[in-house]
């Protein structure tokens, strides 16, 4: 049985961020890529849509340049032949600030010939933005309480 | 081939939520089922975790109480034999300041005997804050720019 092309593209992805290796991640992006990072783009100018493999290139050593992933736990997760979707927690560190994040994360990827075909990428954005600010944004309660 | 439990209790959560009939999704809530919505429960009191089919059918009174679900466009899905996720982009109303809310969301439930055993339900948060105080919140630039 041959390892699924998430668990390759997943080591890829995280050498690729934390050392700065681009040769196994370049080798696991399909040529006409889609890819959707979506969460606050005026705050972290990686997020937000490519197409196409230098595009995604760019964009990996953008995250490179601004996190370092420190642990991540795989809490759910369902796999296809050439599918996959997990949600995760990622502990990161934010390199400008050296402040640590840690942020839910849930992922929809499409693998062509052991390539990554399509990607799309939700995650708890209040999160982020109040950890990555340094500070809770003290919410109004807006819901009307059972 | 029988319909996928999907389906069945997509439809009986939208028609609690809209029409605040709950006997459909009462029948297809598991009784030790696990529920976790993660977003901002400080604003909406709905979020959080709950166990057991009376706590989830209180929380899906009150996100009724709270909402109504305009449209919803399925972008992503991989259904297993007794599991599903997806990704979806939400138009709602906020009851209470007659708000129009569009917001993603990506889920991971399970199924057992085609009951609701496990949901697990993330969303771009931070577009959900900004529409809900209705106001954008001017974020920091925090990322370098490549």
């Known amino acids: 049985m041959t390892e699924h092309s ?3 593209f997943s080591r890829a992805l995280h050498r690729a961020i934390n050392e ?12 006409d890529v889609e890819w959707s990072l979506y969460g606050p783009v005026e705050m972290f100018p990686f997020f937000g ?3 196409g493999k230098a595009a995604v290139l760019d964009v ?8 370092r992933v ?5 809490e759910t997760i369902m796999l ?9 927690r990622y502990s990161l560190t934010a390199l400008d600030s050296n402040k640590p994040i840690s942020v839910r994360l ?3 990827a499409q693998f062509r010939e052991g390539r990554l075909r399509s990607l799309r990428m939700l995650l708890d954005s209040y ?20």
Chains 1, 2 share one sequence.
Do not use: T, Y
């Open 6 to 8: 998430l668990w390759r």
């Open 20 to 31: 700065r290796q681009f040769g196994d991640i370049e080798a696991l992006i399909d040529e």
């Open 49 to 51: 849509a490519r197409r």
């Open 60 to 67: 990996i050593r953008q995250i490179a340049e601004n996190v």
């Open 70 to 74: 420190h642990r991540f736990d795989r």
């Open 80 to 88: 296809g032949a050439d599918s996959a979707a997990s949600m995760m």
């Open 106 to 108: 849930a992922h929809f």
């Open 127 to 146: 999160e982020l933005v109040e950890q990555a600010l340094g500070r809770p944004l003290h919410l109004p309660k807006i819901a009307l309480s059972a």
